[in-house]
Structures are given as C-alpha cells and as structure tokens.
C-alpha cells in the first residue's frame, strides 16, 4: 500500500443505548402496576357490599397478582399485557366490591339512558373476553408454533370463549350450593338469557382486542429481550 494513500476506515459498531426493553421506566411499570392493584384491592376488601360476592369476584386477583410477581423474572409479559391486566383487575374488583348490578356507575348509565338493567355486567364480559385475548395470544405467540399462523386469532377466541364457558359453569354451581346466597354472584338482573349474553360479549370482547391490539401486541413483544424470548421458547 502507498504511503500517501489513505488509511483504510474502519467502521464502528453503532453504540446503542438502553433499547425499549431496558429503559428504566419500562422496567419499572410493572412493579408500580402490582403496587396500584394491591392498594386498589385492599381498598375494595373495606366493607364490600357482600363480602362472599367480594371473594368470589376478585379471587382472580388474589391469586393472579402473586403468580405474576413470581413469574415476573422467569417469564415476563409484555407491557401491554401488564397494563390491560391492571385494568381488568380494576373492572373485577369495583364489582366485587358493590356486585355487578349495583355499581354506581352503571346504574348512573342505565338511568341516563332508561336501560332495563345495570350494564356494569355486560362491560365486565366484554373485558372478560379482551384483556385475556391477549394473555393467550402472547402464551400462544411465545410458547407454541402459532405464530404468524392463520390459526393463532381464531384458537385465540376459541381459548376465551372456552374460558368464558368454564365461569359460566362456575356460577351454576355457585347457585347450586349457595342458592340464595348467590344472586349477587350471579348478577343475571332477571335476565333469562344472561349466560348467553356474557358468552357473547365475551367473543365480542376478544374480537375487537384482536383487531385493534395484534399489530401494538406484537410491537411490545419485539421489545422483550433475546433472553427473555429464548426463555420462553425453551432454549
């Protein structure tokens, strides 16, 4: 090589700083997100309308937030999904605490527009078939060979309403051993078709979190880290 040529220029590895999955505040998120639901549920526990109803309604939480933290090192969720499962442990514990048919604020709906019954129930159903959509698409996405398949939204459904089928059953036995105990668990409001409308809403529910939320969903699962995804794929 000639002396006056020009050295050659190497090219530097381009300095990344901390990506989405190790900034601070995202790491952060779901501790706050487990501090929120445990005082929002020690809230509710504070003289709920039917304490039963109460254990009944939130033993969802009570079970579901510690399994979470446990969970949380050896296979964390996706931001996202913390954040929707903060929010559906919000909508189960304000009806566990004055039971679906006597919320305040579906009772302030249902008299603004004459409705025949508090529609608090029907928002918890429809919850009860977006938030875990979600949950099962990222179990799904992570654990199986369904993702990009056409088959991962339909299964996704098929897992809440399935899902959805099993509390239904719940509830049946609820009134079966508690009889009348149980109405306030039951919320059905005279409705004969109750089961079939909280099925219903349920598949709406997932539906509408499927088309809405997929593309978001798998933008924060991109943002989990290589370890994390070999983790969760068993490598």
């Known amino acids: 090589m000639s002396p006056l040529a020009p050295a050659p220029v190497q090219e530097q590895p381009p300095t990344r700083g901390p990506g989405p999955s190790t900034s601070p505040g995202r790491r952060r998120l779901p501790a706050l997100l487990a501090v929120f639901v445990t005082v929002a549920l020690v809230v509710s526990a504070w003289h709920p309308k039917?304490?039963?109803?109460?254990?009944?309604e939130?033993?969802?939480?009570?079970?579901?937030?510690?399994?979470?933290?446990?969970?949380?090192?050896?296979?964390?969720?996706?931001?996202?999904?913390y954040c929707?499962?903060?929010?559906?442990?919000?909508?189960?514990?304000?009806?566990?605490?004055?039971?679906?048919a006597e919320v305040p604020a579906g009772?302030?709906?249902?008299?603004?527009?004459?409705?025949?019954?508090?529609?608090?129930?029907?928002?918890?159903?429809?919850v009860q078939g977006f938030v875990p959509a979600i949950l099962v698409r990222e179990l799904l996405v992570r654990t199986s060979p369904l993702r990009g398949s056409r088959w991962l939204a339909p299964l996704t459904v098929c897992a809440c309403l399935a899902f959805s089928a099993v509390f239904?059953?719940?509830?049946?036995l609820?009134?079966?051993?508690?009889?009348?105990?149980?109405?306030?668990?039951?919320?059905?409001q005279g409705d004969v078709w109750d089961t079939q409308w909280d099925m219903f809403c349920c598949l709406i529910g997932a539906t509408v979190s499927l088309l809405l939320l997929s593309r978001l969903h798998d933008?924060?699962?991109?943002?989990?880290?290589?370890?994390?995804?070999?983790?969760?794929?068993g490598r």
């Open 50 to 56: 039917d304490f039963t109803t109460w254990v009944l």
């Open 58 to 81: 939130t033993v969802w939480v009570i079970v579901g937030l510690p399994l979470l933290i446990v969970l949380r090192k050896r296979f964390p969720l996706s931001n996202l999904l």
């Open 84 to 100: 929707l499962l903060a929010v559906h442990a919000l909508v189960l514990m304000t009806g566990g605490h004055y039971t679906y």
């Open 107 to 126: 009772e302030w709906v249902r008299d603004w527009f004459d409705l025949s019954r508090n529609p608090y129930d029907r928002l918890g159903h429809l």
């Open 168 to 172: 239904e059953m719940l509830e049946w």
């Open 174 to 188: 609820s009134a079966v051993i508690g009889k009348d105990a149980a109405d306030a668990f039951l919320g059905t």
């Open 219 to 233: 933008r924060f699962l991109a943002r989990l880290t290589p370890a994390t995804a070999a983790t969760a794929s």
